[in-house]
């Protein structure tokens, strides 16, 4: 009777465990840097989607996975739509519905910065 009880369990807990085997959790064992890996990737649109604070935090980029972009000023309510696209490390957004140059930034995956011709520059935040 004690083995039949055993097996009846061992059926409801791989039942309850979808039949899978179980995995290890490895995150805290392994120390992931962000920076790194971006190193090691090409931009793209998903892996440069974030947002980026100029250094004294008075405006802000938002770039999103779908190429396109906002910029305000921190605590403002008007902000300004852009596209953008990656070339290299080289990132350029151009505002929607107005013809203009585009702004270029350059990349840094060691600082997580973005910094333009003009010498402006936009640090990459972390969102926990």
């Known amino acids: 009777m004690n ?3 055993l097996m009846i369990s061992a059926v409801i807990m791989l039942l309850a465990c979808g039949g899978k085997k179980a995995q290890t959790d490895t995150t805290d064992a392994v120390d992931i840097d962000s920076t790194a890996i971006l190193a ?4 793209t649109f998903a892996n440069m989607a974030g947002i980026y604070d100029d250094e004294k935090q ?3 980029f938002c770039l999103n996975e779908d190429g396109t972009a906002t910029w305000c000023m921190i605590g403002s309510l008007n902000y300004t739509e852009y596209t953008y696209t990656i070339n290299g490390k080289t990132i350029c957004l151009k505002p929607k519905g107005v013809e203009s140059e585009d702004d270029c930034y350059d990349y840094d995956e060691d600082t997580r910065t973005l910094k333009n011709e003009q010498g402006a520059v936009y640090y ?3 969102v926990e």
């Open 3 to 5: 083995k039949n009880i």
């Open 40 to 43: 090691q990737q090409e931009l």
């Open 58 to 60: 008075e405006s802000r």
């Open 124 to 126: 990459r935040q972390v």
